[in-house]
């Protein structure tokens, strides 16, 4: 996530200066090559235009629902997670505090294991191109500077941990723990069934939040869409300079400059050129929002904030440090 005001235009230009030299090439050749004569290149510029229409159209399609619902996904789980704590605090803390802690612990490994679920990488996310993989250089991806089984030790005992890295979905499973682990307490007459009932509608709702995410991380945008859109564009892309070349030709009819306004012809396709390739890279950067680009949900800083919260409720003094941003960006 970006957490400055905007992204600088110097950042921009940076980040698709590959695709400018490419757009600088091809608004060159035809531009060139009808200097030189060639005139039958030029083609008529309203049939482009529709097609710019309709790729703008389904370029939209790609720009922020994913991302906004992932957010929204973890704003739930934040919610429900201070939920849990002050409901399974005053629930049990009086009664078995060794259990509470246990759970608390729990419920940390489970958004571990989750977020390092989440940032597994797919084929079809972007992170491994030159222009994301550049970009990433400025900043941190904490689920690449460390490993799960170091994290998950710091909140397991030793065979809790090996059981729960011995299993596919380690987030299921964790989750399971704790039910397991509730179910315990609600068999010793720890919890009543009023507590057992609250506490454990807590857990189907990490659960169905784990799920909500899930789907996100492992169905990409549709492919139809995705490629379709790339085709449409590349195509528009291509045409755009031959459709503008007789019309900056004869833009200068009749005054001194007759003759060279043909070369404005340069710039402006590059300008409308880019601006369609660069807003159609904006939704490829945003339609998988947990893979580690700098408009992913800060899934780290968020699980993060949670395990800051709960241990504060348990009074705990030795809080780990909130995650900063580093270079405007945070995960």
């Known amino acids: 996530m970006h957490s400055g005001k905007r992204f600088g235009a110097r950042e921009f230009i940076i980040w698709t200066r590959r695709s400018i030299y490419a757009l600088i090439v091809l608004s060159v050749i035809p531009t060139v090559l009808y200097f030189l004569g060639w005139k ?16 703008a159209f389904i370029v939209g399609f790609k720009n922020y629902s994913r991302l906004w619902e992932a957010r929204q996904i973890y704003g739930a789980i934040i919610n429900d997670s201070r939920s849990f704590g002050y409901i399974l605090r005053d629930a049990l803390l009086s009664k078995d505090s060794v259990k509470v802690k246990e759970m608390f612990l729990r419920h940390y490994a489970w958004l ?3 977020r390092f679920q989440l940032r597994e990488p797919r084929a079809w996310e972007n992170m491994g191109t030159d222009q994301f ?5 400025k900043y941190d991806i904490p689920e690449r500077l460390s490993r799960l089984d170091e994290e998950l030790k710091k909140y397991l005992s030793e065979p809790e941990l090996q059981y729960i890295l011995s299993k596919k979905n380690r987030a299921t499973q964790l989750m399971a723990s704790q039910s397991k682990a509730l179910s315990e307490a609600y068999e010793k007459g720890t919890v009543n069934d009023f507590q057992w009932t609250q506490i454990n509608q807590q857990l189907v709702k990490f659960t169905d939040n784990q799920g909500k995410a899930e789907r996100i991380k492992n169905f990409p945008y549709p492919r139809n869409f995705s490629s379709i859109t790339t085709y449409l564009l590349l195509l528009f892309i291509v ?3 031959f459709g503008l070349l007789k019309e900056f030709d004869k833009l200068g009819d009749g005054t001194m400059v ?12 590059l300008l409308v050129t880019w601006c369609f390739h660069t807003l159609d890279s904006v939704g490829e950067a945003s339609v998988n929002p947990f893979e580690g680009s700098p408009n992913d949900v800060p899934i780290t800083q968020i699980s993060r904030t949670i395990e800051i919260d709960m241990r504060d409720m348990l009074d705990e003094s030795d809080l780990p440090p909130a995650i900063a941003p580093k270079n405007n960006i945070v995960l």
Do not use: C, H, R
């Open 40 to 55: 039958f290149l030029s083609v008529p510029w309203q049939p482009i235009a529709i097609m710019g229409t309709a790729v």
């Open 258 to 269: 007759e003759g060279w306004t043909l070369w404005f012809n340069i710039p402006f396709s």
């Open 133 to 137: 993989d550049e970009y990433a250089k």
């Open 239 to 241: 045409f755009v300079p």
């Open 112 to 114: 571990t294991a989750l």
